[in-house]
């Protein structure tokens, strides 16, 4: 059974920083085949992607994040990562790591994030 699990959220000043961190379980060899993604929910709001990384390698990101965020994974350790600066209180959310690619689209339970003024 695959499951994620994000770490890593908090209360942070805007201007600050945070790594937000997923890691998966019941995955093994194939995770090198999915796609693995951040995305976020604000209250009122709908869950958006924020960035996410594709098995070649290929990444995008949110047009309201790019420049500030930095997505990554390490494999080798089943592990997913948000390297996130410069936060605005526009950021605060629940960040949720998914996974896809695998016949079915897996979910975490989320993460807050919330950026102080």
């Known amino acids: 059974q695959v499951q994620l699990v994000e770490s890593g959220g908090g209360l942070v000043q805007a201007g600050g920083s945070l790594r937000l961190s997923c890691a998966a379980s019941?995955?093994?060899?194939?995770?090198?085949?999915?796609?693995m993604g951040w995305y976020r929910q604000a209250p009122g709001k709908q869950r958006e992607l924020v960035a996410d990384i594709h098995s070649n390698g290929r990444i995008n990101y949110a047009e309201s994040v790019a420049g500030r965020c930095t997505i990554s994974r390490d494999n080798a350790k089943s592990t997913l990562y948000l390297q996130m600066n410069s936060l605005k209180p526009e950021d605060t959310a629940v960040y949720y790591c998914?996974?896809?690619?695998?016949?079915?689209?897996?979910w975490g339970q989320g993460t807050q994030v919330t950026v102080s003024s």
């Open positions: 019941g995955v093994g060899f194939r995770i090198r085949l999915s796609a």
């Open positions: 998914a996974l896809t690619g695998l016949g079915s689209d897996y």
